[in-house]
């Protein structure tokens, strides 16, 4: 048996490399001259799709989150599934350059391993540069077991720190070792190895953590130990990625807390953008992207059976998981019904500022006492359900002080975010019945505007300061409160009748599993109305306008989505 002619997983710069060179050859015999090579991709791209998907590589990379990064060697292959919380622009490095009678390249790379001296045959090239945290909200369920991987770096480091590399070997190629770009210092003109060291990534790790995990401007204050990454694509139009889009990055991890920022003596510091100022590598590990693939909800529920969409496992799915949400509910048959409904809500269309197939739903008739009891048992049985959930007890103090939109900070230049940046497919659940007599200020009035857009429109305004820009947006909303919400106008509004007050039981793992698939199948199925069916909802709309010459379009939206959901056999 042949095996693999590149360590893809240990040594991903291997291959880039030796493809460079195969590249730069086929140039030189065409008798093209290499110093003009645009950069375009000279088959890396293609080589690792063929590893990670066509061979099953793509199990066997570890996915680079808080607890596994701690463990995960510079220079080798990695995921990490975020959503891309700024765009920070374009960064200008040196692409290609001769060193000598041989053609050198940095991409894919932070810094250069070879001396690069002014010349003409030097060219220099753009990548997109994406700030991505993990999805706002995600719930630890949602997360895959890091013990493997940390095993495995355990017994790779352990073995690593018995050997030193050679001291006499000064031309030794980077790619060829299993250490960063990253490890090599920078002066004002070169770049040289660390021939003496490697440095221990328990240490890093330990530095990181004490410094925080990120730049104060950048991270979302709602989960402080999420690690975010700074993720650089190659060879791709800035329109295929799109501000809150949730991606799964396969590239080069680097992480070096000493990386040298160019003085501003260095010939090549105008390549340098301040973007970077403040998110140094001890905060923000970086990520070039070999590979990227846009997720949805469904790609987060790894653990749940691989089932076929067969309408007796759907019934059967739906009835287990509809007597576990009447359970939740006090046994409220009606309040479960709706709220499965609500749960399966998506925004499938817009027509003009209409959001086609949303489905808030308000929950009246709590009071603090009821909602201590059931709006904990709601809030814990949709945060296993769901992989990105969140929760807002709304106050006067909150509204007043909360920053909601995200904002642009034009002396950071950066995107600071704000609670409402959330991940298509992400659920709200806001508290109303904390909500008592007081007085809004500016803020907090527009902070009520907010959300009652994001509401009505599912969109939320972020604040560019000379102007503000609407972002479509996918949110499901529920709302508690004492009676029918004056702040939030949702679609549905509903009163809490429960019967009994008894806690629900604990669930087994695989009967979560199964409502997990069927909530995130049956959401991510197109959505469709029969002609019989169209006729129906027609009729109805008829007779609801001739019984209420109020209704709005809106309310003629929710008819129909009620109507074909209530009729289709998968409800």
Not at 110 to 126: A, C, G, I, N, T
Not at 131 to 137: L, S, W
Not at 415 to 430: C, D, I, M, N, P
Not at 538 to 559: H, K, N, P, W, Y
Request: glycine share 6%; hydrophobic share 40%; with cysteine.
């Amino acid at each position: 048996m042949v095996g693999l002619p590149y360590d893809f997983l240990a040594n991903p710069l291997g291959a880039v490399r030796s493809t460079f060179e195969k590249a730069m050859a086929a140039e030189v015999a065409s008798g093209a001259d290499p110093a003009n090579y645009d950069g375009r991709d000279w088959g890396v791209a293609d080589l690792f799709r063929q590893f990670l998907f066509d061979n099953g590589g793509v199990s066997q990379v570890p996915i680079l989150n808080s607890t596994s990064f701690k463990w995960v060697q510079p220079n080798t292959l990695v995921r990490f599934r975020g959503m891309i919380q700024d765009m920070l622009g374009n960064e200008l490095y040196v692409g290609v350059y001769k060193d000598g009678p041989n053609w050198r390249t940095n991409k894919y790379m932070d810094l250069s391993q070879f001396s690069m001296d002014s010349r003409p045959d030097m060219r220099v090239w753009e990548r997109q540069l994406l700030y991505c945290v993990p999805v706002p909200g995600q719930n630890s369920w949602v997360e895959p077991s890091s013990e493997a991987v940390i095993n495995c770096y355990r017994n790779g480091t352990s073995q690593q720190r018995e050997k030193r590399p050679r001291d006499d070997d000064t031309t030794s190629d980077p790619m060829d070792l299993n250490v960063s770009g990253d490890e090599f210092q920078g002066s004002s003109s070169n770049k040289k190895m660390r021939e003496d060291e490697i440095p221990s990534k328990s240490s890093q790790a330990q530095d990181f953590v004490s410094e925080g995990a990120s730049s104060i401007s950048m991270v979302p204050t709602l989960d402080n130990d999420s690690l975010p990454c700074l993720v650089k694509i190659y060879d791709l139009p800035e329109s295929d990625l799109k501000l809150n889009d949730v991606f799964e990055f396969v590239g080069i991890f680097t992480f070096d807390p000493e990386l040298v920022v160019m003085d501003d003596t260095d010939e090549f510091s105008d390549l340098c953008d301040d973007v970077l100022a403040d998110m140094p590598p001890s905060k923000v590990p970086r990520l070039h992207c070999l590979i990227h693939r846009k997720l949805a909800v469904h790609d987060f529920i790894s653990n749940s059976p691989v089932m076929e969409v067969k309408l007796p496992l759907v019934k059967q799915i739906r009835g287990s998981l509809l007597g576990h949400l009447t359970a939740v509910l006090g046994n409220d048959g009606l309040a479960a019904n709706f709220m499965l409904l609500h749960l399966l809500s998506r925004v499938n269309g817009r027509v003009d500022n209409l959001a086609v197939g949303k489905l808030s739903l308000n929950l009246s008739c709590f009071s603090k006492e009821s909602v201590s009891v059931f709006g904990n048992q709601i809030t814990l049985a949709i945060k296993n359900l769901l992989p990105f959930t969140h929760h807002i007890p709304l106050t006067v103090d909150y509204l007043n002080a909360a920053s909601l939109a995200p904002r642009k900070d034009y002396q950071l230049n950066r995107l600071v975010t704000g609670v409402l940046q959330l991940a298509e497919g992400s659920h709200l659940t806001v508290d109303e019945t904390l909500l008592e007599a007081g007085t809004l200020n500016s803020v907090g009035v527009e902070n009520a505007r907010l959300l009652k857009n994001l509401m009505e429109l599912q969109k939320v305004e972020y604040d560019f300061k000379y102007y503000k820009m609407e972002m479509a947006t996918d949110v499901q909303l529920l709302i508690l409160s004492e009676g029918k919400s004056n702040i939030l106008p949702a679609d549905l509004v509903l009163p809490f009748q429960p019967s009994s007050v008894d806690s629900a039981e604990p669930v087994a793992a695989e009967a979560l599993e199964a409502w997990r698939w069927y909530l995130a199948t049956l959401r991510s199925l197109p959505n469709s109305i029969e002609p019989e069916l169209q006729k129906v909802i027609e009729d109805d709309l008829v007779v609801a306008r001739q019984a209420d010459r109020t209704l709005s379009s809106g309310d003629f939206s929710r008819i129909a989505d009620n109507g074909a959901a209530n009729v289709s056999e998968l409800w």
